[in-house]
C-alpha cells in the first residue's frame, strides 16, 4: 500500500510558513512506526506541506495520514474532502481530531483518538482491506521500545533534529492541551533509549519537544543528563522548562549535568505576571 503522510499548512488560507527550522517530528516517527508493525509491507512518503505544495488531486497515494492541529484544521479538511472524492482512503489524528472527534469524522473516513503505538498496525490493516472503521482510540501505553525516527524520507534540510524523553504532564493548567492528550501520568522513556537515538541520529543540533524538559521528575532528568553527557558527544540541544525546578533542591546539580549534556538554552513561557491571572488558568 503506498502511503502519504502530511503536515498540513499553518493558517487557514494555507499560507506557508518558512520559520520552521525542524521537520515535523511525528511525520518521521509515524513512518517508522509503520515499519516497526508492518515492515516491509508498504511504501511511505512524508510530505511537509509547510515547505511543499501537496496538490490533492494528482497524489497517487491509497492511504493519506494527517496530524491536525487546530490552525492547520481548514486545509486538511478542505484537502481531504478533494482526496476523498477520488477514491483515497484519509485518516485523520493530533491534538485537534482528540478535542473535536465529531467534526473531524465529518472529513475522514477514519479518525485516531489518542495515540498510534498500539493501534497503528490494525489501522493499515483495515485499510488494506478495505474496511476502515469510523474511531480508533490509542490508549496511553509504556514508551518501551520505540522506534527511531525515519529522518531519511523528507527531501528538504532542517537544521534541527528532535527526540523526546517523556509524555504526559501532573499539572493541570487550564491553557494546556498537554494533559488532556497525552494523560496526567508522567510516562517516560528508558534513559538508553533516549541516549542511543540522540547519539546515532546524523544531527548535531536538536529540540527537545518535551512540554517539561526538566520538571517532571528531577531525579531521572539528572540520571538521563548524566548518561547523555557519557553517550552523547558533539551535540546541543535546546527546550521548555519551568522556573519552579529551578528552586529544588538539588537544581545547580541539575543545570550542571544539563549543561553537559549539551543543553543551550531553556525556553520559559510567561502566561501573566499578575497571581489572580494564574490562579484562575490553574498555572504551574
Not at 176 to 191: A, D, L, N, Q
Request: aromatic content about 8%; glycine content about 10%.
Amino acid at each position: 500500500m503506498r502511503i502519504t503522510l502530511i503536515s498540513p499548512p499553518f493558517g487557514e488560507g494555507g499560507q506557508k510558513s518558512k520559520g520552521l527550522p525542524i521537520a515535523p517530528p511525528v511525520l518521521e516517527y509515524l513512518a517508522a512506526l509503520t515499519e516497526q508493525v508492518r515492515p516491509g509491507e508498504h511504501s511511505v512518503a512524508l510530505v511537509d506541506a509547510n515547505l511543499r505544495d501537496f496538490d490533492p488531486h494528482t497524489s497517487d497515494a491509497d492511504l493519506v495520514g494527517m496530524t491536525v492541529l487546530t490552525p492547520q484544521a481548514p486545509w486538511a479538511y478542505r484537502t481531504a474532502g478533494v482526496l476523498r472524492s477520488r477514491g483515497i482512503a484519509v485518516v485523520l489524528g493530533g491534538i485537534h481530531v482528540h478535542a473535536l472527534p465529531d467534526e473531524a469524522a465529518a472529513h475522514a473516513d477514519a479518525i485516531v483518538i489518542g495515540e498510534a503505538e498500539t493501534i497503528w498496525g490494525g489501522v493499515l490493516d483495515d485499510a488494506v482491506a478495505g474496511a476502515l472503521r469510523p474511531r480508533y482510540h490509542g490508549p496511553y501505553a509504556p514508551l518501551e521500545h520505540l522506534p527511531r525516527p525515519r529522518t531519511d524520507l523528507l527531501p528538504d534540510h532542517y537544521q534541527f533534529g528532535s527526540f523526546f524523553t517523556s509524555r504526559g504532564c501532573p499539572h493541570s493548567c487550564a491553557f494546556c492541551s498537554v494533559h488532556e492528550f497525552f494523560g496526567r501520568t508522567v510516562r517516560m522513556r528508558p534513559v538508553d533509549e533516549v541516549v542511543g537515538e540522540v547519539a546515532a541520529s546524523r544531527k548535531r543540533l536538536f529540540w527537545n519537544i518535551d512540554d517539561n524538559v526538566w520538571g517532571v521528575n528531577v531525579a531521572r532528568s539528572i540520571e538521563l543528563y548524566k548518561a547523555m553527557a557519557d553517550g552523547v558527544h558533539g551535540k546541543w540541544w535546546f527546550g521548555s522548562g519551568d522556573l519552579v525546578t529551578i528552586g529544588h533542591s538539588r537544581a545547580d546539580e541539575l543545570l550542571t549535568w544539563a549543561r553537559r549534556a549539551g543543553m543551550t538554552a531553556a525556553m520559559v513561557g510567561y502566561e501573566s505576571d499578575n497571581p489572580l491571572v494564574l490562579e484562575e488558568l490553574d498555572a504551574t
